[in-house]
């Protein structure tokens, strides 16, 4: 046998005693990546977009909220992984044989790599599913103006909306259930304007 070859050889047979240890330094390298982009993904989702979900229109408003906690989910899912790949588990077993032992290690090291390749994947829809909700907040339609809702009692009538603006002398509000539909109240006829939590009668 040749000198390459004999350390090769060599090389390959202290690894077997080694495999573990190598194993467990990757999980402790994919939990701490893992770590670093949860913390990426908190960043991103403060400048996310639109900071208040309840202005957008019904079925995209829970679309966010069910992408958001399914992202969670997985990002939990998959720390818990990394963690458990990169400690390992208590056990009260005690191993006193080098064939207990190397089965033991087979096994574990076995379990480490299904750990961090599922950890992976659930990072990966975690990505996804957070770059979807993010898209919803960006584009998704919203129910109408999202000014802060008033009563406003003018010349006998009440009306209940959200606040748009003025314009030469006048209040603008919007109505209706979409609030799509805008009123035109001339402020000198009003009487009362008071802010609203809701408009239910």
Same mark, same amino acid.
């Not at 290690?105 to 770059?131: D, F, K, N, S, Y």
């Not at 898209?135 to 009306?159: A, C, D, H, I, K």
């Not at 539909?181 to 009362?192: F, M, Q, Y």
């Given at each position: 046998?040749?000198?390459?070859? @004999?350390? @090769?050889?060599?090389?390959?047979? $202290?690894?077997?005693?080694? $495999? =573990?240890? /190598?194993?467990?330094?990757?999980?402790?390298? @994919?939990? /701490? #990546?893992?770590? &670093? %982009?949860?913390?990426?993904?908190?960043?991103?989702?403060?400048?996310? #977009?639109?900071?208040?979900?309840?202005?957008?229109?019904?079925?995209?408003? @829970?679309?966010?909220? #069910?992408? %958001? &906690?399914?992202?969670?989910?997985?990002?939990?899912?998959?720390?818990?992984? !990394?963690?458990?790949?990169?400690?390992?588990?208590?056990?009260?077993?005690?191993? =006193? /044989?080098?064939?207990?032992? $190397?089965?033991?290690?087979?096994?574990?090291?076995?379990? *480490?790599?299904?750990?961090?390749?599922? !950890?992976?994947?659930?990072?990966?829809?975690?990505?996804?599913?957070?770059?979807?909700?993010?898209?919803?907040?960006? =584009? &998704? +339609?919203?129910? &109408? +103006? /999202?000014?802060?809702?008033?009563?406003?009692?003018?010349?006998?009538?009440? =009306?209940?909306?959200? %606040?748009?603006?003025?314009?030469?002398?006048?209040?603008?509000?919007?109505?209706?259930?979409?609030?799509?539909?805008?009123?035109?109240?001339?402020?000198? !006829? *009003?009487?009362?304007?008071? +802010? !609203?939590?809701?408009?239910? +009668?």
């Amino acid at each position: 046998m040749s000198t390459d070859r @004999w350390r @090769w050889a060599q090389k390959a047979h $202290q690894l077997r005693f080694h $495999q =573990l240890d /190598t194993a467990r330094r990757q999980a402790e390298s @994919w939990r /701490t #990546g893992l770590a &670093g %982009l949860t913390t990426l993904l908190g960043a991103v989702l403060i400048v996310k #977009g639109r900071d208040n979900f309840s202005t957008l229109a019904v079925p995209y408003r @829970w679309l966010v909220v #069910g992408a %958001l &906690g399914v992202a969670l989910g997985c990002l939990v899912w998959a720390s818990l992984l !990394a963690i458990r790949a990169a400690s390992g588990t208590p056990s009260d077993e005690c191993l =006193l /044989t080098g064939e207990d032992l $190397q089965e033991w290690t087979r096994l574990e090291v076995a379990g *480490i790599q299904r750990a961090i390749t599922r !950890a992976g994947q659930l990072t990966l829809v975690a990505v996804c599913v957070i770059a979807l909700a993010v898209g919803f907040t960006w =584009l &998704g +339609p919203t129910t &109408g +103006p /999202t000014g802060s809702l008033v009563v406003v009692e003018f010349e006998g009538t009440r =009306l209940c909306g959200a %606040l748009v603006g003025t314009d030469r002398g006048n209040l603008i509000v919007a109505t209706g259930e979409a609030r799509s539909e805008h009123r035109i109240v001339p402020l000198v !006829a *009003i009487s009362r304007l008071a +802010p !609203a939590d809701n408009c239910q +009668p």
